[in-house]
């Protein structure tokens, strides 16, 4: 699989609270994934933060990585989705 | 790049307007497991479907760990077992062990159907084709997850009529037999003219003989999606509704396009078709009659209810070609009654009719589907129904399907609970004159003129 195809997309939203983006990051450091863009809004009152990540150096797989993001996520009190780009490259471009 | 508001927008539908792949159908051929040997034969099929299918299911909950993006069934179809089980069935009884190995596999393997308990007899049946057909209220009894299907008419043929007529009667005995669950069995029973050889979707499929020897079909879903998108355009004209219909369906089939593909790769095995119909489901908010409201109707079924389902279906079409690259199965605007609550909803208001649903079958896929019939009907009305229904595809050159339940014990009003994706429906009633002598001539009604259109 090339490079570009292993892009996945993180997705959080929930309250906005103290170190949401250190939590997430810290994960993201500590298993070997490369943030490769992030953008970050507040929609009436709630935390929406979508990252863009490379995940071909990560340690573990793509399933597990998920998984363990989405416990994150509950512990910060947000929700955190681990999608391959892919979907959103079909939808939205021709 | 990807942009947030195109994630969130994606997320959305699928969070919250009830996305989803709605099935990963693997065709796989059994005409090499063609056995003059009965015992031998099943082996083979069994063979065959759990070797050909193993890794289906793991890869449908792949994707939808990948994507975050539901595959809600996943499923196989096979080759019309009429011709594959000919050479060693001699009874329908033959058949039924059949049915079993094709419940057995499916069980294996952790599909929920099992599509191509099928015999093709739309100029005529082979001694064969009528075992099969006969064994089918018996089958269907005895079996779970197996789906049956007859072809009885097409526009290069005409109608065979004596296959009509049988089937009138195999419809009430499939009730009768699975009477105990408000006859369940004749939700599983599609009687079809022109049925494409690579549809995904259930009842109805089987893997046609002009099918490689596996494939990958996808159909995709999403009323939902239209309807929310319309909800935004309220009170503008046609145009921008039909652009609107066109953009939401090229969206949807696009991630249709992505799991297909993904599927075949996961698999090795190669992408047939996408379908690109818009099937409802009983959960609110995900049902076609909705979109037909919002459209401009007050209930599916008022006054302008065909013309609103011709140009929803048409752009569904328009808008799904492109994001494709290869298109095929029913591909259309399901109306299925039980499976949709709007539908359901429409009934009970007493707007919408068998006859009303027999004339928005015109345009738009696939048939007079799921619905309840008394169970006291005779068979040669159930025969005329599904006459009046393939005449319709024969002369427009399209697929069109009956899926009717005489629930037998009920009376109309009456309701009737399916359960899950087959949801519940109100009993309707049908016209009570007769048609038992058009039906009981026998033989052929010829294939139609292809000029001349009017």
């Known amino acids: 699989m090339d490079k570009k195809a292993d892009r996945t997309i993180i997705t959080v939203v929930g309250k906005d609270t103290v170190g949401i983006i250190a939590g997430v990051c810290t994960y993201l450091a500590e298993n070997g994934i490369n943030v490769l863009d992030i953008s970050q809004t507040i929609v009436q009152g709630f935390f929406n933060m979508m990252m863009i990540v490379d995940m071909n150096g990560a340690a573990k797989p793509f399933g597990q990585c998920a998984k363990e993001l989405e416990q994150v996520g509950e512990k910060i009190g947000v929700s955190i989705k681990c999608q391959r780009e892919e979907i959103f490259n079909k939808m939205h471009r021709i | ?454």
């Open chain 2, 1 to 454: 790049m990807i942009n947030i508001w195109e994630v969130n927008e994606t997320n959305k539908m699928i969070e919250q307007e009830n996305l989803d792949v709605r099935t990963i159908t693997l065709g796989i051929s059994l005409l090499d497991c063609i056995d003059s040997d009965l015992e031998q034969l099943n082996r083979n099929i069994y063979k065959k479907i759990t070797d050909t299918a193993a890794k289906l299911v793991e890869t449908g909950e792949e994707i939808e760990r990948d994507y975050c993006i539901p595959v809600v069934n996943k499923r196989i179809s096979v080759t019309p077992v009429a011709l594959v089980g000919q050479a060693a069935c001699k009874t329908p009884e033959d058949f039924v062990t059949i049915a079993r190995t094709l419940d057995r596999a499916a069980k294996e393997v952790g599909v929920n159907f099992i599509g191509g308990y099928s015999a093709l007899v739309s100029k005529g049946m082979t001694k064969g084709d009528e075992h099969l057909i006969r064994s089918i209220p018996k089958a269907l009894s005895v079996t779970e997850r197996v789906c049956s299907s007859v072809n009885v008419g097409s526009t290069k043929t005409g109608i065979d009529m004596d296959a009509v007529k049988l089937m009138g009667e195999i419809v009430l005995q499939t009730a009768e037999y699975t009477k105990e669950n408000d006859s369940l069995g004749c939700a599983k029973l599609v009687i079809f003219c022109n049925a494409p050889d690579d549809n995904p979707f259930m009842a109805g499929a089987f893997h046609g003989v002009t099918e490689a020897d596996a494939i990958i079909n996808v159909g995709v879903s999403g009323p939902g999606v239209v309807k929310k998108s319309l909800e935004r355009v309220r009170g503008e004209n046609f145009e921008t509704l039909c652009e609107t219909i066109k953009k939401t369906a090229f969206k949807i089939t696009r991630v249709g396009q992505l799991v297909a593909q993904e599927a075949s790769r996961r698999m090795g095995i190669p992408f047939g078709i996408i379908d690109l119909s818009l099937a409802p489901t009983p959960a609110v908010g995900d049902s076609v009659a909705e979109i037909l409201e919002e459209i401009g109707l007050e209930y599916a079924g008022a006054p302008g209810t065909t013309a609103a389902l011709a140009l929803l279906n048409d752009q569904v079409k328009k808008g799904g070609i492109m994001a494709s690259s290869y298109v095929g199965g029913l591909s259309g605007a399901f109306i299925p009654v039980s499976e949709d609550q709007g539908m359901i909803d429409a009934v009970e208001a007493g707007a919408l009719t068998l006859e009303k649903l027999e004339a928005m079958t015109c345009v738009c896929s696939v048939g007079l589907d799921m619905i309840a019939i008394p169970g006291d009907v005779p068979p040669s009305a159930i025969s005329g129904i599904i006459a009046d229904e393939m005449a319709i595809g024969m002369i427009n050159q399209k697929t069109t399907a009956v899926r009717l339940i005489p629930v037998i014990g009920k009376k109309i009003g009456e309701t009737v609970e399916f359960g899950g994706l087959l949801g519940h429906a109100p009993v309707m009633p049908v016209n009570r004159y007769g048609c038992e002598a058009f039906i009981s001539r026998g033989g052929r009604i010829p294939a139609p003129i292809h000029s001349f259109k009017n």
